[in-house]
């Protein structure tokens, strides 16, 4: 049974800085796609950042988050710079078991429970 835990999350003014992790058991990350996936309230689910043979970000945050991963932990971090309010939402980290389109939601077949960022104005 895969499980990820996400840790990493808080409450922080904008043009602050959080890194997010996330670590697998029951599997590493070095071979399938992971992403980190955010949901604000209202709104999708959305794919911000992946890694697999390569990276992903959503132009919404390019230039001001990092995906990254550290295969000795089995653990995937987010390093999110220049932080908005609107980048308040709950973060999900995602594993994926087939190689699929890595900035959607659908490719991903295990998720952590979340962890609320949220930036204050």
């Known amino acids: 049974q895969v499980q990820l835990v996400e840790s990493g999350g808080g409450l922080v003014q904008a043009g602050g800085s959080l890194r997010l992790s996330c670590t697998a058991s029951g599997r590493t990350f070095s071979s399938n796609p992971t992403a980190w996936s955010r949901q604000a309230p209202g709104k999708e689910r959305e794919v911000v950042a992946a890694?697999?043979?390569?990276?992903y970000y959503a132009d919404s945050v390019k230039g001001r988050f990092t995906i990254s991963g550290d295969n000795a932990k089995n653990t995937v971090y987010l390093q999110m710079n220049s932080l908005k309010p609107e980048d308040t939402a709950v973060y999900y980290c995602a594993a994926a078991t087939l190689v699929g389109s890595i900035y959607e939601n659908r490719t991903y077949d295990y998720w952590g429970q979340g962890t609320q960022v949220t930036v204050s104005s």
């Open positions: 890694i697999s043979w390569r990276t």
